[in-house]
T-cell receptor
Framework: ETGVTQTPRHLVMGMTNKKSLKCEQH?????MYWYKQSAKKPLELMFV???????ENNSVPSRFSPECPNSSHLFLHLHTLQPEDSALYLC??????????????FGNGTRLTVT | DQQVKQNSPSLSVQEGRISILNCDYT??????FLWYKKYPAEGPTFLIS?????DKNEDGRFTVFLNKSAKHLSLHIVPSQPGDSAVYFC????????????FGGGTRLMVKP
């Protein structure tokens, strides 16, 4: 399998649930990212990992907890979410996080609905 | 306040004609700009980019123009094809931010056969 793969594609969870989103990249990239796309809003960067180390946390609430066990896998652990957290969560990877000329490769996203 | 804005939420164009998608930015520190294209149920894919040292970059049917003084860039698609129908996102980066991009809200392009 090539590219960036995200699972699940769709997720419905209650506010008291704990769930995890998974992302895997098969491109040999060094950096991985979580983006959030809410309705009527631009894509918002949440987290950046470079060589498994978190280099950016864009003021994301602690109910979102990322994990990057290696440079190919990225998780987003979710707990006690709010309905306003319902959104499309996109994972991306790039060869070099330090330059925008190394384009992001996105997965197809997880559509999350919090009830 | 949004630093990257795409003021047209949608655009409809006839097949074969030119599509022009616009993007404005406010941060004068932005020095690299990208366009991404997104089909429904898929993630965005990189389309074309431009550095602030240039005012034009062309790749096949796609050309991006940058007007630094106006803080404006545009994506031209000529000729437009029905397969170009998608949402187009403009994104920007400053030298320090690297690949931590600031995105616009997107413009939905519909190319009619």
């Amino acid at each position: 399998e090539t590219g960036v793969t995200q699972t699940p594609r769709h997720l419905v969870m209650g506010m008291t649930n704990k769930k995890s989103l998974k992302c895997e990249q098969h491109l040999g990239h060094n950096a991985m990212y979580w983006y959030k796309q809410s309705a009527k809003k631009p894509l918002e960067l949440m987290f950046v990992y470079n060589f498994k180390e978190q280099t950016e946390n864009n003021s994301v609430p602690s109910r979102f907890s990322p994990e990057c066990p290696n440079s190919s896998h990225l998780f987003l652990h979710l707990h006690t979410l709010q309905p306003e957290d319902s959104a499309l969560y996109l994972c991306a990877s790039s060869q070099d996080p330090g330059t925008a000329s190394s384009p992001l490769h996105f997965g197809n996203g997880t559509r999350l609905t919090v009830t | 306040d949004q630093q990257v804005k795409q003021n047209s939420p949608s655009l409809s164009v006839q097949e074969g004609r030119i599509s022009i998608l616009n993007c404005d930015y406010t941060n004068s520190m932005f020095d690299y700009f990208l366009w991404y294209k997104k089909y429904p149920a898929e993630g965005p894919t990189f389309l074309i980019s431009i550095s602030s040292i240039k005012d034009k970059n062309e790749d096949g049917r796609f050309t991006v123009f940058l007007n630094k003084s106006a803080k404006h860039l545009s994506l031209h698609i000529v000729p437009s094809q029905p397969g170009d129908s998608a949402v187009y996102f403009c994104a920007a980066s400053d030298g320090n931010a690297g690949n931590m991009l600031t995105f616009g809200g997107g413009t939905r392009l519909m190319v009619k056969p």
